[in-house]
């Protein structure tokens, strides 16, 4: 393997939260894997979480000085500072360590990047975290082709299944109360005209309709490259890649992997709405009472500050009908043999892990992209149930027992899994030797060593 001084090194540049960091750090690897040098870019706050064992991978820290404490645009304005600010001496280190320097993956919400980098004489790709059907809706949005839905209404674009209300992107939904947002995701359309590539964490097998669109209005720009999961999980031909290599919350304990081995094969329900949701007091208390009801063992994964919204009297006895924790490894949660359903909040990052890994969900989308991915679970790949939430935009227990029960216990249950069982299979394809996102992979490494 070579070292640093690589005929070919890119810059990488994620946006800084930890859904967005760990795909470009594994877009990082498998660009190592064939021999691109890396330097990845990311505030001090962020770099010291990111390990990585190839020695074509560096990180290169920004000092970040006082972060904003919110909203999207003073976050933005900060990071675009520090960037443009160091981008230079950054080229220069890595130029003058005997690198070529050709190309700049950045995040796509930031699509700034690209004229940066344009101006100082490289290439762009824009790395989307999000799935090509929720940049296609964003896509018709900025273009003024989607109008603004009404309840009832069905939505018809090009390529995608018929979307209800409730299937759009929350922002997409209802633009009125999240106007700086939806401006704000929007403007990552920038990236079509800006960029010189579009990546994307998919595989053509999963979302081959609207790739196929996109590539049409969009030539020689869109590329699929995942899905971006550690290789020991998938193909297992990157080596010593076995995790993300990131970490911005530290476990207490690794209790979980052990109660689930002691558990029956497909038993356990494993629950987990991601590392930002925030359900309410009240739908805490429906989720924690379903689980109950269900009678399927569980595995729920409760952040520390999330945790006051449980019960007072939830699991009291211990009776081991299920765990509550703060953290856990999800790729080896999803991958135990114990695990039978997933009830997830359909991030994309999760979405591709429970397909890559075959098991099947219960969606429970909470805002942005993630009502879209759970049309597409539930509608289109068919490895899933989503929950009705009520009148009042609460999920009731009995909702939620009615989903578990049909998932792990019902008819239905034996064709999800099955149907996510053949995910998994074109998942590894993709990624494994000569299937469509190593191809894509090989491809763009070779236009980026031009």
């Known amino acids: 393997m070579a070292e640093m001084s690589t005929l070919s090194h890119v810059l990488v540049i994620p946006y800084p939260i930890h859904g967005h960091i760990t795909p ?14 890396v330097t990845v870019i990311t505030p001090t706050s962020t770099s010291a979480c990111i390990q990585v064992s190839s020695s074509l991978i560096r990180i290169e820290s920004i000092p970040d000085g006082v972060k904003p404490d919110s909203g999207f645009d003073a976050i933005s304005d900060w990071l675009k500072d520090l960037v443009s600010n160091n981008l230079a001496e950054i080229m220069s280190k890595v130029t003058g360590s005997g690198c070529v320097l050709t190309t700049v993956v950045y995040d796509s919400i930031m699509p700034w990047v690209a004229d940066l980098v344009h101006q100082l004489g490289l290439r762009a790709a ?10 296609a809706v ?16 069905i939505v018809s674009l090009p ?33 079509t005209q800006k960029a010189d590539w579009l990546l994307f964490n998919t595989f053509d097998e999963l979302e081959k309709e609207v790739l196929e669109w996109m590539a049409s209005q969009f030539p020689l720009k869109v590329i699929a490259i995942g899905p ?42 494993y629950v987990s709405f991601g590392s930002l949701a925030n359900l309410k007091d009240e739908q805490m208390c429906e989720v924690a009472q379903g689980l109950i009801q269900s009678k399927c063992k569980f595995l729920w994964v409760v952040r520390s500050s999330e945790q006051s919204k449980l019960p007072s009297n939830f699991l009291p006895d211990k009776s081991g009908a299920g765990i509550i924790t703060n953290w856990c490894p999800q790729l080896d949660v999803l991958s135990h043999r114990a695990v039978g359903c997933f009830v997830t909040h359909c991030g994309w990052n999760s979405t591709l892990e429970a397909l890559s890994l075959g098991v099947p969900v219960v969606a429970m989308p909470q805002w942005t992209d993630q009502p879209t991915n759970a049309k597409y679970l539930v509608d289109v790949w068919d490895v899933g149930i989503r ?57 763009f490494v070779s236009a980026i060593s031009m």
Not at 169 to 186: A, C
Not at 252 to 257: G, I, R, S, Y
């Open 159 to 191: 390529s995608m299944p018929p979307l209800g209300l409730n299937d759009l992107p929350s922002f997409v939904r209802n633009k009125s109360s999240y106007s700086s947002l939806l401006r704000f995701v929007l403007s990552r359309n920038l990236n």
């Open 138 to 153: 964003y896509h018709h949005t900025d273009q003024e082709n989607l109008t603004s839905p009404t309840e009832g209404s």
């Open 228 to 269: 971006l999961l550690p290789s020991m999980y998938l193909d297992k031909r990157v080596r010593d890649d076995d995790n993300y290599g990131l970490s911005l919350f530290k476990p207490n304990n690794n209790d979980c992997m052990e109660w689930l081995d002691s558990q029956e094969t497909g038993s356990v329900v």
């Open 24 to 37: 470009m750090v594994q877009l990082s690897k498998r660009l190592a894997s064939r021999g691109v040098g």
């Open 387 to 443: 929950v009705m939430a009520s009148e009042n935009g609460m999920v009731t227990r009995e909702e939620v027992e009615r989903c578990l029960v049909e998932v792990m216990k019902g008819e239905r249950g034996v064709m999800l899994k099955e149907n996510a069982a053949k995910w998994k299979q074109l998942a590894k394809e993709a990624v494994d030797e000569g299937g469509s996102s190593d191809k894509n992979i090989k491809e």
């Open 126 to 135: 824009a790395f989307n975290s999000q799935s090509c059907a929720v940049f």
